[in-house]
Nanobody, 125 residues
Framework: QVQLVESGGGLVQAGGSLRLSCAAS????????MGWFRQAPGKERESVAA?????????YYADFVKGRFAISRDNAKNTVYLQMNSLKPEDTAVYYC?????????????????WGQGTQVTVSS
């Protein structure tokens, strides 16, 4: 069973930066497609970014984070990252890490098999 643990969330002012980390255990991390999702209060969970197993062959970003967020992975550390810059109040949400038992999970939640518990990101104006 794969376990995912997110960290790095917190409170930041608008325009600031945060780096989320997701540490994986219990599986073959390098073979999994990874993704980041978020869910704001009263809203549905939405895809933020995704990366293929090869660590760069395929990446995806939601339009609302393009140019501000960057997803990366370190297979030696079984960790995927989400660097978030130029944060806006509307980025406030719980951010979830997800793993797919295939090379690329895509942009929908249904493409992923394992989920972390989430980390809160709050951006103040």
């Amino acid at each position: 069973q794969v376990q995912l643990v997110e960290s790095g969330g917190g409170l930041v002012q608008a325009g600031g930066s945060l780096r989320l980390s997701c540490a994986a255990s219990g599986g073959t991390f390098s073979s999994y497609g990874m993704g980041w999702f978020r869910q704001a209060p009263g809203k549905e969970r939405e895809s933020v970014a995704a990366i293929s197993w090869s660590g760069g062959g395929i990446t995806y970003y939601a339009d609302f984070v393009k140019g501000r967020f960057a997803i990366s992975r370190d297979n030696a550390k079984n960790t995927v990252y989400l660097q978030m810059n130029s944060l806006k109040p509307e980025d406030t949400a719980v951010y979830y890490c997800a793993a797919a038992r295939k090379s690329y999970g895509g942009r929908t939640a249904g493409g992923y098999d394992y989920w972390g518990q989430g980390t809160q990101v709050t951006v103040s104006s």
